[in-house]
Nanobody
Framework: QVQLVESGGGSVQAGGSLRLSCVAS???????MGWFRQVPGKEREAVAAIFTDGGGSTYYADSVKGRFTISFDIVKTTVYLQMDSLKPEDTAMYYC?????????????????WGKGTLVTISS
């Protein structure tokens, strides 16, 4: 059973920065990790994803391009999301996700593993 444990959420003012971290258990052997977010009453949104095969190909939602950066530490099996220039509309529960398949497939058909989430609150 793969487990994902997030950390790094919190509250900051607009324009500030936060860094989220997510470590995967040793049982994870897949090819894609990333982050989704959800606001109550709205659908979950894929924020960013990264191939974990060492190539480092990434995906970003249009709403975060240029502000968020995803990275992966293969030794620690940890994915990071550096969030800069934060806006109030970035306020959401952020979930770490992982998949056994490549990101292109998984972002379309669903991720296999989900963390419990970490709350990010941006005040104006």
């Amino acid at each position: 059973q793969v487990q994902l444990v997030e950390s790094g959420g919190g509250s900051v003012q607009a324009g500030g920065s936060l860094r989220l971290s997510c470590v995967a258990s040793d049982t994870y052997r897949g090819y894609c990790m990333g982050w989704f977010r959800q606001v109550p009453g709205k659908e979950r949104e894929a924020v960013a994803a990264i191939f974990t095969d060492g190539g480092g190909s990434t995906y970003y939602a249009d709403s975060v391009k240029g502000r968020f950066t995803i990275s992966f530490d293969i030794v620690k099996t940890t994915v990071y999301l550096q969030m800069d220039s934060l806006k109030p509309e970035d306020t959401a529960m952020y979930y770490c996700v992982a998949a056994d398949q490549a990101c292109g497939y998984s972002l379309t058909y669903g991720m296999d593993y989900w963390g419990k989430g970490t709350l990010v609150t941006i005040s104006s």
